[in-house]
């Protein structure tokens, strides 16, 4: 079945360094939606991308649509305390459901 | 808080016995989402419905099933239960149909099968 692959799985950075979690599917996506889970807690929505190499900016989150719409990224610039989580990412195919991602565990390290 | 609520929190069973989970979506929402989240693992699709229509079927058991009522809120009833079960169950809501909107998500309901 169809499968939205994300690597890394986990990934421990010191505070204040970047860190980038990819997102990559077999399929070709209508769009492609970003979510954070805190520890403990539940998926929160952090940015949809609809159009080829759309790129779009959350202050130090940068977000990514490949050209092909087959693959996304997430890049965080100077991380802090407050990025720890796992970054999902969900990916649509025409006409049917988003796909979860097996999801990136940032750890950042004070 | 996402507006989507989830009972209960936390239950604790035995294998082989049954359990409902109860989602109440957004005020608005009409679409329901269910997902499984098993230890470090990621989100796995369980079923959608709309407006009180089954939408889409994941990867769900045959020993679990869901319904939603008129009132919009959702049921997930898991029977004959094993210890592979043991979960964190999501429910999401979403305003759109084909699952193309944001999904806002309940706090989860933990189920622990000893």
């Known amino acids: 079945g169809q499968q939205v692959m994300q690597i890394p799985q986990y990934q421990h950075v010191q505070e204040g360094e970047d860190f980038t979690t990819y997102c990559n599917s077999s399929t070709t996506l209508s769009n492609i939606q970003w979510y954070k889970q805190r520890p403990g807690g539940h998926p929160v929505f952090l940015i949809q991308l609809v159009k080829s190499g759309e790129v779009k900016k959350q202050k130090r989150l940068t977000f990514q649509f490949g050209e092909a719409k087959k693959n996304s990224s997430l890049h965080i610039t100077a991380t802090q305390t407050t990025d720890v989580g796992t970054y999902f990412c969900a990916g649509r195919i025409p006409g049917n459901q988003f796909y979860f991602g097996t999801g990136t565990s940032l750890t950042v390290i004070p | 808080d996402s507006g989507v609520t989830q009972t209960p929190k936390h239950l604790i069973t035995a294998t082989g016995q049954r359990v409902t989970l109860r989602c109440s979506p957004r005020s608005g929402d009409l679409s329901v989402y269910w997902y499984q989240q098993s230890l470090d693992q990621g989100l796995q699709f369980l079923i959608q419905?709309?407006?009180?229509?089954?939408?889409a079927k994941g990867n769900i058991l045959e020993r679990f099933s869901a319904q939603q009522f008129p009132d919009l809120h959702s049921e997930l009833n898991l029977s004959s239960l094993e210890l592979g079960d043991s979960a964190l169950y999501f429910c999401?809501?979403?305003?759109?149909?084909?699952?193309?909107?944001?999904?806002?998500f309940g706090e989860g309901s933990r189920l622990t099968v000893l």
């Open positions: 999401a809501s979403s305003g759109l149909a084909g699952g193309a909107g944001e999904l806002f």
């Open positions: 419905y709309y407006n009180g229509e089954e939408r």
